[in-house]
T-cell receptor, first 115, second 114 residues
């Protein structure tokens, strides 16, 4: 049971390049989330999914797209990277309603630098 | 508009003493609150939570207190240990229907001195 994994761990892009971040979970969780963490800003929700085939916008969705074609995978895409997207990206998942025994589990993060 | 606020960016305490981390929120629709702990180069890990119908939840050395009238919660760590040194994020849920979305605070860096 690997939990939540993220690929890649690090990436450097040039402005205008595109890339896809992959999040995979093996816990059969329904809900998945993409966050970004910036200094002094905490974690901010980019997009989320409440089940296979569904996606929705979070707090800071501009410049990103997502897809959830398979229940276990949640992809985050940057079509034309900008320096403002330099950040650490975290994926999380949860099976159902939040409780003391069921909460959002986070991946280890992807550190992205856009030059 | 920061709905969840952690006004102390950092806190330093001596090993064995109590650490108190604070969190304020503005949205009265929040009904579930969580604390996450984050070490450098790792993802956040769940620490403890509390429902809005309670005012206290305890798990070993960690206790979370909720004061709904003041829209304030705090995390107490007793006794503090050097391994507790990390960034602590407060988070709130309940505003997005059945989506389990979380709003996070900006975090407090706790340093426990040996």
């Amino acid at each position: 049971n690997a939990g939540v994994t993220q690929t890649p761990k690090f990436r450097v892009l040039k402005t205008g390049q595109s890339m896809t971040l992959l999040c995979a979970q093996d816990m059969n969780h329904e809900y998945m989330y993409w966050y970004r963490q910036d200094p002094g800003m905490g974690l901010r929700l980019i997009h989320y999914s409440v089940g296979e085939g569904t996606t929705a916008k979070g707090e800071v969705p501009d410049g990103y797209n997502v897809s959830r074609l398979k229940k276990q995978n949640f992809l985050l895409g940057l079509e034309s990277a900008a320096p403002s997207q330099t950040s650490v990206y975290f994926c999380a998942s949860v099976t159902g309603e939040l409780s003391s025994t069921d909460t959002q589990y986070f991946g280890p993060g992807t550190r992205l630098t856009v030059l | 508009d920061q709905q969840v606020k952690q006004n102390s960016p950092s806190l330093s305490v001596q090993e064995g003493r109590i650490s108190i981390l604070n969190c304020d929120y503005t949205n009265s629709m929040f009904d579930y609150f969580l604390w996450y702990k984050k070490y450098p180069a790792e993802g956040p890990t769940f620490l403890i939570s509390i429902s809005s119908i309670k005012d206290k939840n305890e798990d070993g050395r960690f206790t979370v207190f909720l004061n709904k009238s003041a829209k304030h919660l705090s995390l107490h760590i007793v006794p503090s240990q050097p391994g507790d040194s990390a960034v602590y994020f407060c988070a709130a849920s309940g505003y997005g229907g059945a989506t389990n979305k979380l709003i996070f605070g900006t975090g407090t860096l706790l340093a426990v001195q040996p």
